[in-house]
């Protein structure tokens, strides 16, 4: 599987919010610099490269220390937490985690949340639900954003943050509710982030979430190497792609694409600060 082509560029530059530079998928492989420059090319002026593991975000701590285009989402994934058997080994990772939370690019504690679709029994839920409300505290002691990944778990998301008390931004990685969720999150002040899944025709429930979502509270992202937009799934998705989701959201909500791209850079830079 190859990368598809490059879309045609945005006029108004904007961001990818949420990628994985260090996650390998397909035939053909593109060094980070390579990822970089193709996204610039086509109007993706900087991106956030989250951590799911501790090794994955200690490496995107570094690259975004070292890469002007670059800031860092640092996590335990949420299928990652029980990977460790233990509360005492997970709760050393997670110490380590807090750590990389106070280098000045990282600005997100993420992806963090939970996930009913991968994860099962009773022992490993709750080193996840442990871990989530962990990265919650990190968050908020750090005032960053918390970046959630939310599978099949939608009320216990909901239910978690309301009561340890939510970080001042919280975003939804991967949108991936219906309008109830959608409802719940403009009523908190939850910022929605879209990716290509958004162009799938079956996914009338993300493009109905997008149209009814306050335009200061939308985001996108690729989730890249995984969520390649239509007409290209099936091939290894990249922050150059941001275009075709931007494209797709301007149609959904009926607006101009330049104005579109301009609110979600202002609603990025709301989120992690400024790339400067």
């Known amino acids: 599987m190859t990368y598809p082509p490059l879309p045609e560029p945005l006029e108004v530059a904007t961001y990818d919010n949420h990628t994985h530079f260090d996650i390998a998928y397909g035939d053909e492989a593109i060094s980070t610099e390579e990822q970089l420059a193709r996204a610039a090319s086509v109007g993706i002026k900087g991106v956030v490269q989250v951590g799911v593991t501790l090794e994955t975000s200690k490496w995107s701590a570094d690259l975004a220390a070292k ?33 990389l939370a106070t280098k000045p690019r990282v600005r997100a504690i993420g992806e963090t949340g939970l996930d009913f679709f991968r994860t099962e029994g009773e022992e490993s839920l709750a080193l996840q639900q442990h871990s989530f409300e962990e990265h919650i505290r990190i968050a908020k002691e750090n005032d960053i954003a918390l970046m959630i990944h939310d599978r099949e778990a939608h009320d216990q998301v909901v239910a978690t943050l309301k009561r340890v008390g939510a970080p001042s931004k919280v975003v939804f990685h991967c949108y991936s509710g219906d309008v109830d969720l959608a409802e719940i999150c403009i009523d908190n002040g939850w910022y929605m982030s879209f990716a290509g899944n958004i162009t799938i025709k079956r996914n009338e429930h993300l493009r109905n979430s997008l149209a009814m979502a306050p335009k200061e509270l939308i985001l996108v992202e690729t989730d890249a190497p995984f969520l390649t937009p239509e007409p290209f799934r099936g091939r290894p998705n990249a922050s150059y792609l941001v275009p075709i989701t931007v494209r797709k959201m301007a149609e959904v909500r009926n607006v101009d694409v330049n104005e579109l791209a301009a609110q979600l850079t202002l609603n990025t830079e709301t989120v992690y600060g400024s790339w400067n």
């Open 67 to 99: 890469d002007p285009r670059v800031l860092a989402a640092v996590a335990l994934h949420p299928n990652e937490a029980p990977e460790y058997g233990t509360l005492e080994k997970l709760n050393s990772a997670i110490d380590e985690i807090a750590e």
